[in-house]
């Protein structure tokens, strides 16, 4: 028998042993930076923090009334596991309104942020063997939970020479008879490219002939800088096999609400909602009620965040553009610049230590976003004006120094 640590009551305590899945799991590497930044400026350094991605707003205060009087009025117990009737309903609509589908409340799964639609679309979907196409770089919980249940994770470059869209072409060479899932993500995070219309089209027709199930993050839909969003899920058949994951945590400055929701076939509502019941049994009432009053109520402010962080886009690429072994491609949506620093002669994870440790800016190195970002960085401009002007000076200083 193995010997434990003694407890303060008198006991023994056996070691925990981890089951082995447990080194698949990753991790995001934007809360490991935040805090190293923050364990700075407790040592009284002046940090200035590109490396979260959530937008540094308050959340619209008829949306936070909401949620109060929600709490007040006595919205406190358990729910139905898929969420409650008026906000499924009110998702579909305006899903439907803004990507041209046909979705009903019967389509709608209501979880406690948008991460859980990627982790029960691999556990109900994705078994030993089954391969799953994921950008690269990309949203790094993407590949954790492929590599969590057991399956096959195929990295689909994202190259800047491609406006850091998907090259049609490249997804096509790397489908086999083994795919079971393709990962979209548009306007996507951590490069800001958006799809166009007919590369949209050119995926589902790849998803229908090989009978793939797409799970389309379209989280930053709303944060789309120039033209209209184009969804997979509105084009003929695939409504029948996309996920598509959606929230209010971007569009609605509600990260800290933690509600987010996705739009599936029947059956895999059905699915989803068993694997709520056996992980969180029900999103939060009181914050469903406040997420109906977010997309029922007036749009104002969402309109005012995005013109603010589109003039916060130009004067970041502007600033990236202006400094000596650095490019920034234009981003067309999301709030993140992902700028080229091969030219600082500097890895990814060096540069961003530099900033970090010797300059007070906290980025992120590409990789953490895949292999193929390395030679690049991913600033957040969800910041004031006042402090991104601060941190390109500081960036401009560190690439001179390199």
């Known amino acids: 028998m193995a010997t434990g640590a003694r407890t303060a009551g008198g006991g023994t305590q056996a070691g925990a042993r981890l ?109 030993a063997g089954d391969e799953v196409i994921y950008p690269d770089p990309g949203f790094p919980i993407y590949r954790s939970m492929v590599d969590f249940v057991g399956g096959t994770a195929v990295p689909l470059p994202i190259r800047e020479a491609n406006q850091f869209r998907v090259d049609i072409d490249e997804l096509a060479s790397l489908i086999t008879p083994r795919t079971k899932l393709l990962v979209l993500n548009s306007p996507g995070n951590p490069t800001g490219g958006v799809l166009t219309p007919d590369e949209v089209a050119a995926v589902a027709e790849l998803a229908t002939r090989h009978d793939l199930t797409v799970l389309s993050d379209e989280i930053y839909s709303e944060l789309l800088y120039e033209g209209e969003h184009a969804s997979v899920a509105a084009l003929p058949g695939l409504l029948e096999r996309t996920i598509l994951l959606d929230g209010f945590s971007k569009t609605y400055a509600m990260t800290g609400w933690r509600l987010g929701y996705g739009l599936m076939p029947p059956p895999l509502v059905e699915a989803f909602g068993r694997l709520m019941v056996n992980s969180v049994s029900c999103t939060s009432m009181a914050v469903q009620r406040a997420g ?73 190195a590409g990789t953490a976003f895949g292999d193929h970002g390395e030679g690049y960085l991913r600033l957040s401009y969800a910041n004031s004006e006042e402090n991104l002007t601060r941190a390109l000076g500081r960036i401009a200083e560190a690439a001179r120094r390199a």
């Open 292 to 364: 109906l009053a977010a997309l029922t109520g007036p749009q104002d402010e969402v309109g005012a965040m995005r013109e603010a962080f589109r003039r916060r886009r130009d004067l970041v690429v502007d600033g990236l553009n202006a400094i000596e072994g650095i490019s920034c491609l234009r981003p067309a949506g999301a709030f993140y610049a992902f700028p080229n620093i091969t030219g600082t002669g500097r890895s990814s994870a060096e540069f961003a230590d530099t900033l970090l440790q010797g300059h007070g800016v906290a980025t992120l």
């Open 19 to 127: 089951a082995a899945r447990m080194g698949r799991l990753g991790t995001e590497t934007a809360f490991e930076v935040l805090v190293r930044a923050r364990a700075l400026e407790a040592q009284g350094r002046d940090v200035i923090h590109l490396e979260i991605g959530e937008p540094d707003f308050d959340t619209p205060g008829g949306i936070v009334e909401a949620g109060a009087e929600a709490l007040r009025g006595g919205w406190t117990h358990y729910g139905p596991a898929a969420g409650i009737p008026e906000l499924r309903e009110a998702i579909a609509a305006y899903v439907n309104r803004s990507r041209g589908t046909a979705y009903g409340p019967e389509h709608v799964v209501v979880t406690p942020g948008g991460k859980p639609i990627m982790f029960f679309a691999m556990l109900a979907l994705v078994e």
